[in-house]
């Protein structure tokens, strides 16, 4: 099993503020990366993929960085739709993983 | 549009059986693989199991090996998750999730279903 750890659990940010999100695995996964939007209430979204291709109709204030063990996820001018919790999630091997989430709440 | 719609979730006793469907709509179904994922109230996202495009291959989580199985019928473009056995640690939403390339077992999920909330309780 893949163990992801995910960094910060909690963020606090203000409306414009640029944000980044961390998550390590135990083991090299490649680029084999996405990570998620979840909004209160709602179904998690795709946001990138590859751990650096931007998904389609998603805003370019997104951008995902990293391989191997380490990545990235920074947005660039939090905008009120995204004070959400967002997750990693690696599909390298079975079974895939998710880390354990992180919150953006308004400061 | 891609849409998919899950249902069948409800209150159910430990051990007793629950069997969710997930319809799909917008895309060919018989060309993509279909996750499960769960999210137990206030927690956060665990992937349950997979189902290849053709149903050749499936794949589960450990915690669930022998008591669920993953299906699906192209012809009704509908996924299956029957839950057997269930216990308490079983309580959460269930999402159907579409793996976002064709014939691709894994890759980014995309889109989600809306969820539908199970219940083990006594």
């Known amino acids: 099993v893949i163990w992801m750890t995910q960094s910060p659990s909690l963020l606090s940010a203000s409306p414009g503020d640029r944000v980044i999100i961390s998550c390590r695995m135990s083991?090299?996964?490649?680029?084999?990366l996405a990570w998620y939007r979840q909004k209160p209430g709602k179904a998690p979204e795709l946001l990138i993929y590859?751990?650096?291709t931007l998904q389609s109709g998603v805003p370019s204030r997104f951008s995902g960085s990293g391989s191997g063990t380490g990545f990235t996820l920074t947005i660039s001018g939090l905008q009120s739709e995204d004070f959400a919790t967002y997750y990693c999630?690696?599909?390298?091997?079975?079974?895939?993983?998710f880390g354990g989430g992180t919150k953006v709440e308004i400061k | 549009q891609v849409h998919l719609v899950e249902s069948g979730g409800g209150v159910v006793q430990p051990g007793r059986s629950l069997r969710l469907s997930c319809a799909a709509s917008?895309?060919?179904?018989?060309?993509?693989?279909i996750h499960w994922v769960r999210q137990a109230p206030g927690k956060g996202l665990e992937w349950v199991a997979v189902?290849?495009?053709?149903?050749?291959?499936?794949y589960y989580i450990d915690s669930v090996k022998g008591r669920f199985t993953i299906s699906r019928d192209s012809s009704k473009n509908t996924l299956y998750l029957q839950m057997n056995s269930l216990r308490a640690e079983d309580t959460a939403v269930y999402y159907c999730?579409?793996?976002?390339?064709?014939?691709?077992?894994?890759?980014?999920?995309?889109?989600w279903g809306q969820g539908t909330l199970v219940t083990v309780s006594s």
């Open positions: 999730a579409k793996s976002m390339s064709p014939r691709r077992l894994v890759e980014g999920f995309d889109p």
């Open positions: 917008g895309f060919t179904f018989s060309s993509y693989g």
């Open positions: 189902i290849s495009y053709d149903g050749s291959n499936k």
């Open positions: 083991q090299d996964i490649s680029t084999y």
């Open positions: 590859g751990a650096s």
């Open positions: 999630q690696q599909y390298y091997t079975f079974p895939l993983t």
